[in-house]
């Protein structure tokens, strides 16, 4: 089971991506105190964990109700971390908070902890873990990413100042690109998967 819990934290880690939404978290955080910014930091990575643990168990019976396949699943996933992606690279989105009109008080919730860290791509990516491990090596992969989740979040303003602009700018494009190319492979997974199963 060890090696479940590795693989499905290194795969949901890379989706849920908190690096990226670090940067985001500082935007959004930039006229709040220390105090409000770590409180702002626990609430989202625990409503990411709770969010992801509830999909995991409900998520296929769900689908199954409304007649929804995972391959399509997979394909809509991949669609929306390509339009995340393609923001990440034009540093739209999370470079731009206020294109976001969620309040104050719904910040840690929303965008922080959906759909930043509890988005279309993980809760695939949960699914289609569960599909291959234990469930109780993807719900601690689950805990595990959002308990780093949450220690990134409380030390963004740190890692914004070692970064520095340019320094930022470059992990972010990176990640971009890296959300990309798991955003086609989710695609291209969906679509082969589909025609594979002669549905």
């Given at each position: 089971?060890?090696?479940e819990?590795?693989l499905?934290?290194?795969?949901l880690?890379a ?19 220390l105090?409000e ?18 999909f995991?168990?409900i998520?296929k019976?769900m ?14 996933g ?18 731009n908070p206020?294109m976001?009109?969620?309040?104050r ?5 929303v ?6 860290l ?9 699914m ?5 491990y234990?469930w109780p ?32 700018n470059?992990?972010?494009r ?5 959300v ?6 989710f695609v291209?997974?969906?679509i082969t998967?589909?025609?594979a199963?002669?549905?």
């Open positions: 089971m060890f090696n819990i590795i499905s934290f290194g795969t880690f989706i849920v991506n908190p690096l990226s939404t670090a940067f985001m978290f500082n935007r959004l955080t930039s006229g709040d105190s105090i910014k770590r409180k702002l930091s626990r609430t989202a990575s625990i409503a990411a964990a709770l969010t992801l643990l509830g995991m168990a998520g019976p689908m199954a109700f409304f007649g929804i396949t995972l391959y399509a699943f997979r394909v809509a991949g669609l929306y971390l390509g339009k995340v992606a393609f923001d990440m690279l034009a540093r739209k989105l999370r470079h206020e976001l009109e969620e309040t008080e719904n910040i840690a919730i965008p922080l902890a959906i759909p930043l509890s988005g279309p791509g993980s809760m695939t990516t949960v289609v873990l569960r599909e291959n234990s090596a993807v719900a601690i992969a689950i805990v595990l990413v959002c308990a780093v989740a949450w220690v990134i979040l409380r030390q963004a303003p740190m890692i914004d100042h070692l970064l520095g602009k340019a320094g930022a470059v992990v972010e990176v990640l971009g690109l890296l990309l190319v798991i955003a086609v492979q291209f997974n969906g998967g589909y025609l199963s002669g549905i």
